[in-house]
Every structure is written in C-alpha cells, then in structure tokens.
C-alpha cells in the first residue's frame, strides 16, 4: 500500500527535465519514471528553505522543543519501519532483513540527536590579556555561541538509501538548519516517505524540502547555489571532488564522506573462523556495496592458504538473490552501469594475469548478481588494489610481519575503515595507532556506534559525522566579547 502510493507520487513530481527510469536491480524490470527536478526545483527548494531559516520557525525554536519532534520522528519510523524496509529492499534488491536492520538504527539515529538539542552550548571566559586596545578595556568577559550554518544542501548515494539520508537529517535539524535533500537518483523512493514521516511529526513547512533528479543536474545545482551555506555529501572520491569545486563561488563549509579500500589484516594466532566469517561477510554483504568493504583481506604467510580457502567457500555458500527470495543473504548490484564498471575491474584483472579462485562472473539469471569473487596474485600497482571497486570482489595477499603490512594496508589513496584480527591485543592497538583510517576495528568488523564520530582519512572524506562531531558540523562558532 504505502509502495504503491510512493510509486504514484514519484511518477507525478514536477520538473521540466528528463524522465529518469527507475529500474528492480533484482529484475531488471522498470519500477517508475519521474521527472529530473534540475535547477528550477534546487532554485525553488532553497527558496523555502531561506524563508524558513530567516522565519526562526524551526533554527529558533527552544531546544527542548525540537528535540520532542526528533522523538516523534524516531517513534514514526519505528512504526513505518516494515514500509520503509520494504520499499528500500524493493529500490535496491538488498535482503529485507538488512533492510529492516537498517531501518532501525535510523530511528536510533533520530533519538540519539533529540538528546543534543538541549546541549548545543557554547564557552564562557573571563578575559585575562592586558596588552593592546583589549587591555585599555577593564572587567572583561567572553562567550561563544553555537549557531546553525542556515541552509544546508544534503546529497547522499543509493547504497542505503534511507540511512543515508538520516544519518544527515537527523543532525541538520538537532543544530537548527534547514535544509535541501537530493537522494541518488536510483533510489529516492524511501525519502519521499520520510518527507510524509516528518510533517506528520511536526517539522514545520519548508524546513526539509526534497528534490529528485540526476547528480550533474539537480545536485551540481545545489552544490554551486549562492544560497547554500553548506553541503554534506555522502558518495564517490570522484564527485566529492567536484562538490569541492562547486562550492568554492561562496566557500559553502563541505564535509564529505567518501570511498574506500579497507584493509582487514588476519594474523596467524586470530580466531580464524571468526575472521575469515566476518571478512567474507565484510565483502559480499550488500554485494560489495558499502564504503566501509574490506575490499583487501592481508593474511599472514603461515595462514594464507587456510585464509584464502575459507573466504572462497564462503563466496561460494552465500545465497544470492531478490528481496523476496527468503533465503538470499545478498542481492545485486544497484544497476546495469555499476554491473559493467565492477566487470570490467575483474576483467582488466583476468587480462593482466591475477589469480580468480572463484566468482569473476555474473549470475545467469535475470538481475544485476554477480559471484562474490576471490583474486589471488593482485599486484599493489593494478587499478584492482588501488580503486574502489564497490562489488563482491576482494583481492587476499601474505603478508609476514607488522612493518610490511602496515606499509600495505597504508598503500592506497583512501583512509575509511581497516580491521585487525589478533589474540596479541597488545600489537592490535599498536596497530591501530600505525593505520591511516578514520576507523579502525579490532577483532570485530562492521560495526559503529551512532555517539562515535565517523569519518576518513585521505581522500575518504572531510569532517565527521556521527556523534558530537556530527552535530557540530551543523553549527558555527561565534565570539562575543563583553565589558562589564
Ligand atoms: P556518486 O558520487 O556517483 O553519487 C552520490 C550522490 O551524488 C548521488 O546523489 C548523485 O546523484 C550525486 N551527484 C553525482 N554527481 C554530482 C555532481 N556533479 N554534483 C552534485 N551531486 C552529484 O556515488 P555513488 O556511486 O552513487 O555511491 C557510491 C559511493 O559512495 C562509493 O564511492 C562509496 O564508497 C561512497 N559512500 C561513502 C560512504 C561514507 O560514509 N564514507 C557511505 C556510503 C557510500
């Protein structure tokens, strides 16, 4: 019910644009079109949401206040998990229990900033310099206040589509922005039930204005409008670059969350079922699809075989298939294009002689599917080592001491996620220091916690989100200085 009425909104949305398909990648069948929004609706989009910030409706209501409309928001998703869950496992071909998982850490997400709406405070300091003009003024004191940027433009990819987009908002709002959100074009079904969630809870009108379209469209818009004060992108190295660009006409603050090459590093005395579980799940969960991947596993020369054994099986034991297929663990790629960019890395790697212990095939069936994918004999020079693939596909190398893989696994242009496995927790942690990652997990993997901040190093981002330090990035400093 709440599918089919979000396919009929979609199909109607105005813009003068191109119809842009949306298609099941589990199926290959057309979901809907809908119209390129393009720069009238970013123009109009921020309109609105300049009007709102400048109302004081929302960046001036008390704290306590907008906290208990995140609460709502939390206890509507919450309700509407299974629709929401429906609906992105339907867009994306992803499982509907890692849809549904997903789903709730969203609600989370809503609550855990509800909390900081009341705790956005600034410093205060009694002035102690006495050289200059400041000492020709006596009894002096300081403060700071915390301040929303104002409009914010949210642009995020298709890889989660509903998670993406709180993991954005929910912030945006805690600090009192107001903003313009453009979901990736393949997957903006779930946004426009949120857009309904948040007006049912009481965001005021014009606060969260949504518009759909193409990224060199509709989001190259948003990210060079004059209007914007800040863009918080979630997507590829690639675009962020250009979001960058963009945003130099009015220096728009920028934080960017990026991709990745994760290194997961297996020594000889890990727990090595556990390890080489949690790598492969690591890799081929949502087929590859996840910035934090573990897209090269390092395991240490004395367990090598053993490693490359385990995680080829498990390529080989994880059931693929569609959200309604019950037992699928895994779905497809998002679309044709992203089938083709992932084959093509795995091809260039045939030709320049890597090893495919198995996969490096799609599936012959209907769908985007590809074969989770193990290569062997992966040179750090290739394009394989060093590029975001974003697929089930992970290159295993030996390793045999601490110096050469840390030198490895620091190998590469990206800086997200990395993973140790080791009984010698003392080398963990020193290892962990050694890394360039903005988050490093030990004896455990994929996991994150919404008060921790998350970001990358190197070209994996800018900024952080999550946490305090999410929050923060919604809001200015201001100094004001006092003579009593
Ligand atoms: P993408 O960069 O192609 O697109 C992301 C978003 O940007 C989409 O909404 C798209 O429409 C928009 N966009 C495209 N061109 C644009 C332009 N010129 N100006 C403004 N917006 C534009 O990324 P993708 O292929 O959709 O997603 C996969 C990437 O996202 C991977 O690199 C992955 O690692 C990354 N990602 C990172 C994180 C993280 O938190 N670090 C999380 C999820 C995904």
Redesign the pocket.
Known sequence: MTLQSVLDEIAQRPGAGERIQIINPATEELIADFADGGAEAVNEAVDRARASFDSGVWSHLPGNERAKVLWRVADLIDQHAADLAEIDSFNTGMPYMQANMITSTCAEMFRYYAGWCTKLEGIAHDVQQTGGITGAFSNMHAYTLKEPYGVVGL??????PIF?FC?KLAPSLAAGCSSVV?????TPLSALLLVRILQRAGIPEGVVNLVT????T???A??EHPGVDKIA????????K??VQ?SAGNLKRVTL????KSPVLIYDDADLGMATTMASMGIFIHSG????CGSRIFAHRKVYDQVVESVATMADSVQLGGPKDENAMIGPL?SEK?LGRVMGYIDEGKRDGVEVVTGGHRLDRRGYFVHPTVLTDVDPGMRLYQQ?I?GPVVAVLPFDDDDEVVAQANNSDYG?AATVWTRDISRAHRLAKRIQSGTVTLNCQMVFDHSMP???YKQ??WGY?WGRAGVESYLQTKTVYAQL
């Open positions: 642009i995020f990819p298709w890889n989660g993406n993991a453009k979901p990736a074009e393949e379209g193409y990224g060199h509709a989001g190259a948003l990210a992108f979630t997507g590829s190295t690639e675009i962020g250009r979001i963009a969350e990026l991709g990745g699809q996840g910035c934090i998002i992203q975001e974003f997200l998350f970001g990358g994996s981002g989100e």
